[in-house]
């Protein structure tokens, strides 16, 4: 059945329109805190949040509708995605709110729950979630209204774990890196976390003012990062998004370096120390054919699974993987997380380049992608893709890529957009395949 509210990361929005108002901040307060209240111990929620200016009317709403079904708050203030969950398990509480657009503009804004495991909601939880906001919760009696409190030493908490993360036996002293967090929410632990490790940090992107969160800086905007490398002469320069969940690198020559290349990288150190678990890594529909190619030359192996962490996850913990992520930088390392987190998956990265001992450029750059264009064709209505017309030019189109190359085509989950990708060896044969299924598509949805 199709989810009212719960989108594929939670529920998000413009501010100050539906879904993302005050009142269903409450109302999804109320309802999953209800959902939540099993045994008789005291409930418990933390919240964190990013840098947004709507975080805090959504906090506050948020804390409102807790305490009115009985939970108590914690709240940890700006702190990334995966900071959250992992403080949920640290401190024994029952759920966990992450206020956060991820890599969006800041006028948008997203709640991101996590269960007590520490893991995202289950389509079930969400199910069951979605039927008590659009029903009837019940209040707690006066007595049992729940408290909230501040925690101020949740960021060295979370500084602590991350550095736990990073062998004992490596330093990054005298080692020049530039962190890029986006004005997020990572803006304080993660250049914190470098350089008590001994970096020689540079940190961009970490004067939040509520409004510029992802603003021509973090993950999906490294330019500036790749400047500030270059200018500074910085070893490596390290992008986060707007949440922390995302980590794209630049390396000492600006070039980026995107997450098939890192997840290749982070796959070979552990297979190389036997920790890797499943025999290779699970990866999007999305990762580049070059690094399936790659993988299988050093005898590991590819999972793919729908676009979204949220399938990466499920297949790592269903059939035993310990590493897996998408393109786009989210990585998932479920020996110590159980979300992306863009600052561990760094840390793993940066321990990589020194071991090498030599430069970024040759350490991460470890397959040459094949020619991969992907273009969106919007439309009205209707279902385009069950056109004959259509059908029939993807069918022609996979056979003439063949074993040469791979064609993906997906609706969006969050808007009228029909995406499609192809991959192949010849970049014109490439090329040629979208434009002519574009082509379909527009025709058929006119």
């Given at each position: 059945?199709?989810r ?10 413009a ?14 307060g109320m309802?999953?805190?209800a959902h939540?209240?099993r ?6 929620v ?12 959504l906090?506050?709403a948020l ?16 702190m990334p995605?995966?900071?959250?969950a ?5 401190m ?14 800041y ?21 069951a ?14 007595e ?5 409190r501040?925690v101020?030493d ?7 774990f ?6 004992e036996?490596?330093r990054l002293d005298?080692?020049?890196v530039?962190?890029?967090?986006a004005?997020?929410?990572a803006?304080?632990v ?7 490790l001994?970096a ?5 992107g970490?004067?939040?003012n509520?409004k ?12 500036l990062l ?8 910085a070893a490596?320069?390290i992008?986060?998004?707007?949440d ?13 370096v995107?997450?098939?290349?890192l ?10 120390q ?14 580049n054919?070059g690094?399936?190619r790659?993988l ?19 297949k790592m913990?269903?059939s ?32 990589e380049?020194t ?9 991460l ?9 992907l ?9 385009p893709?069950?056109?004959?017309r ?10 003439e890529?063949?074993e040469?190359?791979r ?7 969050t808007?009228?957009?029909i995406?499609?990708m192809?991959?192949g ?8 395949v ?6 379909a ?6």
């Amino acid at each position: 059945m199709a989810r009212k509210y719960f989108g594929t990361d939670g529920i998000r929005g413009a501010t100050n329109c539906a879904p993302m108002t005050a009142a269903m901040a409450m109302k999804v307060g109320m309802a999953a805190g209800a959902h939540f209240l099993r045994g008789d111990h005291r409930h418990r929620v933390v919240i964190g949040k990013d840098t947004r200016l709507s975080g805090y009317m959504l906090e506050n709403a948020l804390v409102a509708g807790f305490t009115s079904v009985g939970m108590d708050v914690v709240l940890v203030g700006p702190m990334p995605t995966p900071a959250v969950a992992m403080l949920t398990t640290s401190m024994r509480a029952d759920l966990g709110v992450m206020i956060s657009a991820s890599h969006n503009p800041y006028a948008d804004n997203g709640i991101k729950l996590f269960g007590p495991d520490g893991f995202k909601l289950s389509d079930a939880d969400e199910a069951a979630i979605e039927a008590l906001i659009d029903g009837e919760v019940a209040l707690a009696p006066s007595e049992e209204i729940g408290r909230a409190r501040r925690v101020e030493d949740a960021r060295g908490r979370y500084i602590h774990f991350a550095k736990a993360t990073f062998p004992e036996n490596l330093r990054l002293d005298g080692l020049k890196v530039v962190i890029d967090c986006a004005n997020g929410a990572a803006y304080q632990v993660a250049p914190s976390a470098l350089w008590e490790l001994g970096a020689d940090v540079i940190a961009i992107g970490v004067t939040p003012n509520g409004k510029n969160i992802n603003d021509g800086v973090g993950s999906t905007a490294p330019a500036l990062l790749a400047e500030t490398v270059v200018a500074s002469g910085a070893a490596i320069g390290i992008a986060l998004d707007g949440d922390a969940d995302r980590l794209i690198v630049v390396d000492e020559t600006g070039r980026v370096v995107d997450g098939d290349q890192l997840m290749a990288t982070i796959a070979a150190g552990w297979a190389r120390q036997g920790r890797l678990k499943g025999g290779g890594l699970v990866t999007t529909v999305m990762s580049n054919l070059g690094l399936e190619r790659h993988l299988a030359a050093q005898g590991l192996g590819m999972v793919r699974t729908k676009v979204g962490d949220r399938h990466v996850l499920e297949k790592m913990r269903a059939s035993g993987y310990n590493v897996g992520g998408e393109q786009s930088g989210h990585i998932i390392l479920s020996d110590y997380a159980t979300t992306g987190d863009g600052l561990v998956a760094a840390l793993q990265v940066l321990a990589e380049v020194t071991r090498a001992g030599a430069p970024a450029s040759e350490v991460l750059h470890r397959f040459d992608p094949l020619p991969q264009l992907l273009r969106n064709v919007r439309f009205s209505g209707g279902k385009p893709l069950e056109h004959p017309r259509v059908t029939e030019t993807i069918a022609a189109a996979e056979a003439e890529l063949a074993e040469r190359g791979r064609l993906v085509i997906r609706p969006s989950g969050t808007e009228p957009v029909i995406r499609v990708m192809a991959e192949g060896d010849d970049r014109a044969q490439v090329e040629a395949v979208v434009t002519r299924i574009c082509d379909a598509v527009q025709k058929a949805a006119a």
